[in-house]
């Protein structure tokens, strides 16, 4: 690990390509290491392109390309020595839709751990860990065995966040992982975010601005592609830079 006071990201000059459409404008943003920076915007602010640029996920779409640096503890991701499927362990996601395997609730936690070649014992243990982390160890450990998808949309969410998480990554995104979720698996998976980042550093999409409000250290607002302002929470939501901001945040439009 590098020194601590540099930045975990450092995003320079970004511009993000769909075919010809440029839906990332540009934008410089610094991410620091084990905070949570919420990502604020209405639809098709870039938001999700610029999660899914953070591990490459973009290049999964042949129409999209880049511009500019991603730049992972001073090493550019976008550098052709850049092996993807190592880069995506240590920058992990969670997307809005829970996606469990068809697999027994141990066997999705412990799926990417295969290609680890790991001892029955130390494999349990990690299952175990995410599972806490998640907040989901007591709600399943004693039927470990039955299906993923038997479990309720709220404990499919924290399994798949369990599935990142026991691969011990440095950065965790997630894109609205509580969208489709109750008030009360909101509140878990909320807890268990504020837990982990002593760490990890935390990259969210929150469902809405309350939930922002709620979990973030600083909170950056997109909007059409073009990074408006970052800052604290409390900076963002009592005095924002831009009037376009407070208009968002103050629910004026969105």
């Excluded at 390509?17 to 440029?22: G, L, P, Q």
């Excluded at 369990?162 to 909101?186: H, Q, W």
């Amino acid at each position: 690990m590098g020194d601590i006071s540099q930045p975990k990201f450092e995003i320079r000059d970004l511009k993000a390509y769909y075919s010809d459409r440029e839906v990332i404008h540009g934008i410089n943003l610094e991410i620091n290491k084990n905070e949570i920076l919420s990502l604020i915007g209405p639809a098709n602010s870039g938001i999700t392109t610029l999660l899914r640029t953070l591990n490459r996920l973009c290049d999964l779409n042949p129409e999209s390309r880049q511009e500019g640096e991603v730049v992972l503890d001073g090493k550019n991701i976008f550098d052709h020595d850049i092996v993807v499927t190592q880069l995506r362990r240590r920058v992990g996601m969670v997307f809005d839709v829970p996606t469990p395997l068809p697999l027994s609730i141990f066997d999705n936690v412990a799926y990417g751990l295969k290609i680890i070649k790991m001892s029955k014992a130390d494999t349990a243990n990690q299952v175990e860990q995410a599972l806490r982390m998640s907040a989901l160890w007591e709600e399943v450990k004693d039927r470990l065995s039955t299906p993923g998808m038997s479990l309720s949309g709220g404990q499919q969410q924290r399994l798949c966040m369990a599935r990142v998480l026991a691969l011990e990554p440095e950065v965790v995104l997630l894109d609205r992982p509580c969208s489709g979720l109750d008030p009360i698996s909101t509140a878990r998976i909320e807890e268990s975010l504020m837990e982990i980042k002593e760490k990890y550093t935390i990259v969210i999409a929150p469902h809405n601005v309350q939930q922002a409000a709620r979990i973030s250290d600083r909170v950056g607002f997109m909007l059409l592609g073009d990074l408006i302002e970052v800052d604290t929470k409390e900076l963002i939501f009592s005095d924002p830079r831009d009037q376009r901001t407070s208009d968002y945040v103050t629910g004026r439009f969105g």
